[in-house]
Structures are given as structure tokens and as C-alpha cells.
């Protein structure tokens, strides 16, 4: 009896597994079927999905195909220049077989009409992201397919998607980049094959060439030489008497595929998994010095190529020319507008969604402000001018003093005594934990690990409200800021960008944890801010900043001589075995690189972003993981492939890193070496050669013991070694280098088939940094 209701509830458990999800999710339309508004279509393996999205906060919809994963950009949209307001809309395929979006209670637009008589059609969501209409036979089998999304590229090229053009057809496969980063409407920027038959890719903006990529040669274009190299990926550029395209494929069973896309502000960015592979780009707003392909674009007389334009936030005293408010304009053509009109001193979007131009000219006067309404403006910035703004913000800033004092006290006040509820209870369970550890701390009882919380608006005063001049640098996680407290202590300040999808108290209890770990060569956490979707801890400041700042430095570097690397690179090996092996957490660091060892005032290490794994919810085990956090270059082979993390990831990365302290190189620049090897192909080409001396930094000059810094070459290369278990451990690694009487095994073949990659992370988010000032402002209308 019993076993029989055991075997039914299996039975019905089983039916709800099998019936559920194909119940649920569906990757094809058929004839007379609709797609509402909240439904969504999803590929076989569930990769893509298809559906109508609203992006940014806008109110209007798009049909769009996107990775069914982290909130990626839409790959593809059907309706980028038609968006709908109405709430009634649909994806359907009427009884003729035409595949249509129906809106308004009669509106329709089309994006693929039967052009004699009706047929029976349908519509499937392929896993590559492909969207085909086909016509059908009657007994349902695919007779033939009428249309595909991947005829129509917008802003993004995914593999199987061709880039080039169709003689047959007259089909022209081109990406055209977002209008801005919210707005899917066409933008000013297209990429394409050039057209004349030179086998290159062109970037247009409005028409004129903007970039060019260089050749094809050896089945690859040079921007994207690291992407080519990557074994999984199949780069091809075909040209026949039909069509001419270039394409590119995966291996079969990849899941998260690489993408192309061209942004609104005309960079090409390359993703694989979910780090930057290439980026090219050419906006000479922010940088004036040319780099390859770009195209010198015309300068007018009276400027020159230094003067470039700087981003604040801050008032223009006067209003400006405003000028297509409503047109495809965007921030890229207002500097080209300002920069043309020799008047001109500062530009800035003249709607809140990036679009439409107001530029300044001279007469007008720039205050940066914090407080009160916040606008990013782009201001010219010339030797002449620097001293008046530098005035101004003394000015301002003096005067502004008392009120700033008066608003964190009013804030204070006020934080004591509302705020919203939900937030009030995080806050007081925060309290009621940091009140404890203080507590106990008077005892006597704990050290001083304890962690302050810190509120938003206090870390917004002291860093000027993320103000572009207090940025430090960006990292894996999000922005490092520098600021100074109240009580005049300087600390980092890492705001964590958004894609974290832990809870607050898993948050605060990672960084608790993590505040506990200390060690002389790990960067001591101090606090953390937690509000709304802001996530920020605060680190203590670092005055040297970080490795890679002075060691790939010709002037800076100087300062490292022999004895000081080799004591950079125990401090680093120590900090690295307190993480694996004697604290509590046994933590994994996941990216170790130079830019995330600190320098003291005295230049010893300390690691930082450790426990960034655990404040960001991810598994620590070896397993595999389907988020990869790293950078191309140090990341090991198991992980950047199989997302297989173990403490031999780190060692992996350690590895990279020392050959760099050695040499003075980074590991993923490749133009100093023939044969484009990174440096680790290079260190171990020299080894094997018997010349690994010459890996040594020349800097270093004479006096370095070359036994030791051979052992050092030679420790190096078995840390990268292949296979994960053939590296040593991190506290073999110590006495390797302590202990010279310790035979070495000789290395093995080191992984190095990921060349020169600027890894840099993905900015997927919301790049606008208005900070929310609102509260202040209200409360200093309170306090009068
Ligand atoms: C969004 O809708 C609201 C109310 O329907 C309207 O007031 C507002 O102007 C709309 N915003 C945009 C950007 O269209
Ligand atoms: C289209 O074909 C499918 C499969 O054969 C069939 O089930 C469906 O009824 C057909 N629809 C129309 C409108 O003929
Ligand atoms: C495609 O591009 C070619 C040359 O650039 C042009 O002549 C042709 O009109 C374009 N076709 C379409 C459909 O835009
Ligand atoms: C790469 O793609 C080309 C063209 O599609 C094909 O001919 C070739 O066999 C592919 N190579 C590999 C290794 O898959
Ligand atoms: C070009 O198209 C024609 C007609 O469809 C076809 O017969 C021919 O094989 C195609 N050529 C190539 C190289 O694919
Ligand atoms: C401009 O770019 C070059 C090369 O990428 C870089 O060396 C230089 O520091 C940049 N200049 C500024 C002002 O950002
Ligand atoms: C976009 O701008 C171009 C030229 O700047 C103009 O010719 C075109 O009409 C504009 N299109 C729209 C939809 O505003």
C-alpha cells in the first residue's frame, strides 16, 4: 500500500518534470498562434530568447532576441525604428502565412509578407539565434524557409551571422550601432565589408569611413588576433560570384557564444563568456591620439589635436544653442558640432535619453556642482581655461562648505529617524550586528577586525559623488573611487557594479567575512555601504597604487630594483597562501593580476579584490561554474575553458605574474616578440633555447643574481604549466624560491594559446553616473 502511494507519487512527479517546461516554453510559432506581450519564445536549449522588451526605462517596446542569460543587450530587433507604445501588441502569423507585429487594433508591421498566394508557415527560435519563417508542407515538414532574423543584423554579430553582401538578393549584411546605449533606434555608426573589394572591414560614421581593419590575412583580421587564436572559434571571409561575407563558428556545444558589437559611441567590442576579448575605438572625444584604422578625422583650423573635451558634472551658467532635440543625434555628433564651431567650449545631450545636442559658447561659464540638479557636461579643456575652473570649484567649494556641513548633519538626523521601511529594517539588522562587534570590542574581547558601515551619502561626499577625478581605475567588479572621509582618513572606494544577484544580507555577510581576513599582504577592508541597488565597500588607500602601474613604467619602473621584485613576489606568494590555506575561508582568489596587487608606501603587496567570488554569491568549490569572473591572459586554461576553479587556478595566474615582475612585461601585449607568442609562449621558447637570462628586464641591469632570478623563470613556468596538476602548490612555490638546494622538476609545455588580449570587463551596465542627490536637496530646503 504504502510502496504503491510511493511509486504514484514518483510517477506524478516525473509527469510534472516531462510536462512542465515544455508546457511552458515553446521555440516555435505556428500559422494563427499569437506571442503576447510577456510571453516569450525560447530556443530548444533554452540559449535565446525572443520577446518584447522595453529597454532603459523607456515606455516604449521592441520585439527583440536576446541570451537567456545576465541582462545582455537584445542580439537582434525586429522593430528598431518603429518602437510601440501601445500595450496591445502581438507577434503573430496570419492565416496568408505573414509574419507580423499587430499593435494599436489594426497597426501592423510587417517582417515578412507572402508574396503570391497564402502558405502555411511557421516560425522557430533557433539555438544559434536565428529566427526562421519557413513555409511548410502539409505534412509539416520544412519545405522551405522565406526569412531569417540573421538576414537583418543590427548591433550585433553572432556566429553563424555574415557580415558582408549578397549579389542574388542585394542583401546587405551590415551592424548598425544603438542610437545610445538605451535607445535601440539606428544610430550613426555601421560596420561592414568594404565594398570596393579591398577584403577589410569598414566602420562608416554617417557615410564617411571612420576605421578600417587591415587586411584579412591568415584567416584573420589583426584587431582580433586573440579571438582568432582561440581554438574553439572559426573565423572565415568567403567571396564567390554570389555573395561575399565574412562569418564566424563555434564548436559545437558552446553555449555561450562570442559576440561582435558595434556601441553607439562607434567602438567594435568583442566578447567571449564574459570578458572583453578586443575592443577597438576611435572616439577622439575622450582620447585625441590616432590608433589603428582609425581615420584622422578633419580638425578645423582653430583647434588643435590636443584639446579634447573632459566629462563633469556640474551647470552651465547660461542656456545653450539647442539644436535636434528630437533627431538621431547623439553625444558623438555633439562634439563633432562643438568641436567644428571654433566658439564652442562645452556640449552635453539635450534629452535625458543621450539624444539631441546644447553646446556652449564662449560667454558661458561652468560651475561644477554636486548639489541640486546634476548634468554630465563636456567641457573643453585648455591650459588657458584650467586655472578658471580650478577657481571655480575653490569658489564653490568654500562656499558650499557650511552647507554640506549643515545637510550631513540634517541627513543624519533624518537617517535616524525615517526612511523607508523595507530599508530600515536591513539598517537596523546591520546596526544591531555592528553594534555587537563593537561591543565586544570595548571587552577587549575581538581584535580590531571590526567593520563599519558607512552611508551613501556619506561615501558620495567623499568622493565628490563619484566624480570622474576621483576615479582611480576600473575594476573587475566595478569602479574604484579614492576618497576622503570626514575625519580626514583617505580610503578606495569600490562601488560594485550592479550584476551581483545576491541580497543585501548575503552580501553584508560575505563582507563581514571577509573583513576578518588579515594578513600584512591582503588590503584591509574597512566597511561597506549598502543602499538601494548600491553596493560599495570601502578598502584603505594605497598611495603607490598597483604593480602594473609602476613595473610596466619605463620612468616609474626604476623604482623595483632585484631585491625589491623578489620581495614583491614572496609578498604575494604569502598573501596568496594565507587565502588557500590558513584562513578560515579558504578563499580562491580567482583574478589574481598586477593591477590588483597594491603597493604600501614602502612598495610591499598587498592583494586585493579577494573574497570578491564570495561577496559576488559564487561557488568556491571546484566545479564548474557558469559565471567566469578572470582576465584573458592569467586566467588558467580549465577555467577560461571549463569555468574549473581550484587554488591551481591561482597558482596559474601567480605564474603569469612573476614572469612579468621578471621581465618587466605584460603578458598579453605580443608586439615585442617575433612569432606573436605572449610572454609565457616567450619565457618558455627562451628556456627551452637555454637563453632564459634574456626574458630578465634589461633595467634590471648587472647586479641581479641570475641564479635566483633564473629560479624564479624556472618557478614561473611550472606554475603555468597545462595541466592544473602539475603545478605546485603556493606554499611549494615558497620554498622553491627560499630554498635553493630544492631541486626543481623541469617544466612542462605551459598554456599560452591565449595571445595579446586586453581583457577589460564587460560594461554592460548602465555606464551614467548620476549620483542621487535628491535627498540632500530636500533636506537642506528642511533645514532652513
Ligand atoms: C511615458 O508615458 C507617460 C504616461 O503615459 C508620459 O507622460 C511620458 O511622457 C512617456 N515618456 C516617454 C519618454 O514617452
Ligand atoms: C499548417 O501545418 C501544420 C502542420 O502540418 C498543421 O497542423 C496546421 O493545421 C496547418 N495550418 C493551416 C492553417 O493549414
Ligand atoms: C548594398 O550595398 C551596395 C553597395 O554598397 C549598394 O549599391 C546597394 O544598393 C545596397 N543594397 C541595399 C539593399 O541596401
Ligand atoms: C572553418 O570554417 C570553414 C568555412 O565554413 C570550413 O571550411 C572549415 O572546415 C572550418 N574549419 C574548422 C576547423 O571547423
Ligand atoms: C551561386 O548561385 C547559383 C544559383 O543559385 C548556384 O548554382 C551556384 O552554385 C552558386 N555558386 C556558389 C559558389 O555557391
Ligand atoms: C590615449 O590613448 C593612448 C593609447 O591608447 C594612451 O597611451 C594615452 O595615455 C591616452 N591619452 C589619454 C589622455 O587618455
Ligand atoms: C538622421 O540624420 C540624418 C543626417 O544627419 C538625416 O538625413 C536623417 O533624416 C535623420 N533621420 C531621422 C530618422 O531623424
Known amino acids: 500500500m504504502e510502496r504503491n502511494l510511493i511509486l504514484l507519487c514518483i510517477l506524478c512527479c516525473c509527469c510534472i518534470i516531462f510536462i512542465g517546461p515544455s508546457d511552458s516554453q515553446t521555440d516555435t510559432l505556428a500559422q494563427g498562434q499569437q506571442l503576447k506581450d510577456g510571453m516569450q519564445l525560447f530556443s530548444a536549449s533554452g540559449i535565446f530568447r525572443l520577446g518584447f522588451f522595453k529597454p532603459g526605462n523607456s515606455n516604449t517596446s521592441y520585439l527583440g532576441i536576446w541570451y537567456n542569460r545576465n541582462n545582455e543587450k537584445a542580439a537582434w530587433i525586429a522593430n528598431r525604428n518603429n518602437p510601440i507604445l501601445e500595450n496591445s501588441r502581438v507577434l503573430t502569423i496570419d492565416q496568408y502565412g505573414n509574419l507580423k507585429i499587430l499593435y494599436n487594433m489594426g497597426d501592423s508591421i510587417e517582417l515578412y509578407s507572402v508574396h503570391q498566394e497564402a502558405v502555411n508557415t511557421s516560425a522557430t527560435l533557433l539555438d544559434n539565434g536565428n529566427f526562421v519563417l519557413s513555409e511548410l508542407n502539409p505534412d509539416g515538414s520544412i519545405k522551405q524557409e522565406l526569412w531569417q532574423s540573421f538576414d537583418y543584423p543590427t548591433g550585433t554579430l553572432l556566429p553563424k551571422m555574415k557580415l558582408g553582401f549578397d549579389r542574388k538578393t542585394g542583401l546587405n549584411w551590415t551592424l548598425t550601432s544603438w542610437r545610445t546605449d538605451n535607445l535601440p533606434a539606428i544610430g550613426s555608426f555601421t560596420l561592414g565589408l ?17 576605421w578600417t581593419s587591415g587586411p584579412w590575412n591568415n584567416g584573420c583580421f589583426s584587431f582580433m588576433y586573440e579571438f582568432c587564436n582561440y581554438y574553439k572559434y572559426n573565423f572565415s571571409y568567403i567571396s564567390n560570384e554570389n555573395e561575399t561575407y565574412f562569418s564566424y563558428s563555434v564548436d559545437k556545444g558552446t553555449t555561450i557564444f562570442p559576440r561582435l558589437m558595434l556601441s ?69 555628433d555633439c562634439w563633432d558640432e562643438c568641436f567644428k564651431l571654433c566658439s564652442c567650449i562645452a556640449y552635453a545631450s539635450a534629452n535625458d535619453d543621450g539624444t539631441g545636442c546644447e553646446i556652449w559658447t564662449k560667454g558661458t561659464t561652468f560651475t561644477q556642482n554636486n548639489l541640486g540638479i546634476l548634468r554630465e557636461i563636456h567641457i573643453l579643456e585648455s591650459k588657458v581655461r584650467l586655472w578658471w575652473i580650478w577657481l571655480t570649484i575653490l569658489v564653490g567649494g568654500t562656499a558650499l562648505f557650511p552647507l554640506l556641513c549643515s545637510c550631513c548633519y540634517v541627513l543624519w538626523k533624518k537617517s535616524k529617524a525615517r526612511g523607508s521601511r523595507s530599508q530600515r529594517m536591513t539598517y537596523n539588522i546591520l546596526l544591531h550586528d555592528l553594534g ?7 571587552d577587549g574581547k575581538t581584535s580590531n577586525n571590526e567593520l563599519q558601515m558607512f552611508s551613501f551619502e556619506t561615501i558620495a561626499l567623499a568622493t565628490n559623488c563619484f566624480s570622474a577625478a576621483n576615479k582611480l581605475g576600473e575594476g573587475g567588479f566595478g569602479p574604484v ?68 602601474f609602476i613595473l610596466f613604467d619605463d620612468q616609474r619602473k626604476n623604482v623595483l630594483n632585484w631585491k625589491k621584485r623578489f620581495s614583491v613576489i614572496e609578498g604575494i606568494a604569502q598573501g596568496l597562501i594565507y587565502l588557500h590555506k590558513y584562513s578560515r575561508l579558504k578563499v580562491i582568489h580567482r583574478d589574481l593580476k598586477a593591477s590588483n596587487i597594491l603597493l604600501d608606501k614602502d612598495l610591499n603587496p598587498k592583494v586585493s579584490d ?139 609545455q605551459p598554456a599560452y594559446f591565449l595571445n595579446t588580449v586586453r581583457a577589460e570587463r564587460e560594461m554592460a551596465e548602465n555606464k551614467s553616473e548620476i549620483c542621487s542627490t535628491n535627498d540632500v536637496t530636500i533636506s537642506v530646503i528642511e533645514a532652513r
Open 194 to 210: 568594404d565594398p570596393t573589394g579591398l577584403k577589410q572591414m569598414v566602420i562608416w560614421w554617417r557615410g564617411s569611413i571612420y
Open 610 to 748: 579577494f573574497g570578491m567570488a564570495r561577496i559576488f554569491g559564487l561557488n568556491e568549490m571546484e566545479e564548474n561554474t557558469n559565471r567566469v569572473v578572470g582576465t584573458y591572459g592569467y586566467m588558467s586554461p580549465e577555467y577560461a575553458m571549463k569555468g574549473i576553479v581550484s587554488i591551481k587556478t591561482d597558482v596559474f595566474s601567480f605564474g603569469v605574474l612573476l614572469l612579468e615582475i621578471v621581465s618587466g612585461r605584460k603578458n598579453n601585449s605580443n608586439y615585442h616578440f617575433k612569432d606573436q607568442l605572449n610572454l609565457i609562449g616567450y619565457a618558455w621558447q627562451l628556456w627551452n633555447e637555454d637563453r632564459g637570462f634574456e626574458l630578465v628586464d634589461p633595467g634590471l641591469g648587472e647586479s641581479c643574481p641570475i641564479t635566483e632570478v633564473l629560479r624564479c623563470i624556472h618557478v614561473g613556468l611550472l606554475c603555468v604549466q597545462d595541466h592544473a596538476a602539475d603545478r605546485p602548490t603556493m606554499p611549494d612555490v615558497v620554498s622553491m624560491l627560499s630554498n635553493e638546494s630544492i631541486p626543481l622538476p623541469p617544466p612542462k
Open 264 to 332: 553607439a559611441g562607434g567602438e567594435l567590442r568583442g566578447f567571449g563568456m564574459d570578458s572583453m576579448f578586443t575592443g577597438v575605438s576611435c572616439t577622439s572625444s575622450t582620447n585625441s591620439s590616432l590608433k589603428d584604422g582609425c581615420v584622422q578625422q578633419k580638425l578645423p583650423d582653430c583647434r588643435s589635436p590636443g584639446e579634447k573635451f573632459v566629462l563633469k558634472m556640474g551647470l552651465m551658467s547660461r542656456d545653450g544653442i539647442k539644436f535636434h532635440e528630437n533627431e538621431n543625434l547623439t553625444l558623438i
Open 481 to 548: 573611487y579614492k576618497g576622503k572621509l570626514l575625519d580626514g582618513q583617505e580610503v578606495a572606494i569600490k562601488r560594485l557594479s550592479r550584476s551581483s544577484g545576491q541580497g543585501l544580507v548575503e552580501f553584508k555577510n560575505e563582507a563581514i567575512l571577509v573583513a576578518k581576513l588579515q594578513h600584512t599582504n591582503l588590503v584591509r577592508l574597512l566597511g561597506f555601504c549598502i543602499q538601494g541597488e548600491e553596493k560599495i565597500l570601502i578598502y584603505e588607500y594605497m598611495p603607490n597604487k598597483s604593480l602594473d
Open 436 to 442: 555587537e562587534g563593537r561591543r565586544r570590542q570595548k
